[in-house]
């Protein structure tokens, strides 16, 4: 959605946001010339709405109940956009009493801000409720960002969703392969 040099346009149309969603100048406008910002009286939507995003950008969960736990896998991205979803739904799981979730992010890709947020406020509420949250991931990025945040020794941190399900950490693997 860019614009093209030298044509005039009119002052309501989207031009002058691009594909990522920034504001650019236009080249020239019927008010001013080719140094004057590009310049909009009415609304311009540079992003979609929520509701929007949400129908658009749903990560993929599934869930099922495993050795008296309930694994969530979530795959794709773990940020703004789909961070509503996942903490409704992580809400509920987390709504009785005792919730023993384990979260699968072995197929999480990025994880921003809003998505350790949503980490933060599943551990809050499973712990409030007498529970567990457990999260399983090998993933380098994620755990650097976990450990850059002060993060890494807040959570259960498990390499494989075996060693989650009975219990075996990887502070316990580490000191068993040392010892």
Known sequence: MGFRMGRSVPVCAPVGVD??????????????????????????????????????????????????????????????QSAPLLTARLDALTAGPGPDLVLDLRDVSFVDCSGLGVLCRTRARALARHGRLRLVTESPGLLRVLRVTGLSGVFELYPRLSDALAGVSRRDSASTAAG
Not at 29 to 46: E, Q
Not at 64 to 76: K, L, Q, S
């Open 19 to 80: 594909s990522g969603g920034e504001v650019r100048t236009a080249p020239s406008d019927r008010r001013g010339g080719a140094d004057r910002p590009f310049r909009h009286t009415g609304r311009i939507r540079l992003y979609p709405t929520m509701s929007e995003n949400l129908t658009r950008s749903k990560p993929p969960l599934s869930e099922r109940v495993e050795a008296e736990a309930t694994v969530v896998a979530v795959r794709g991205e773990l940020d703004l």
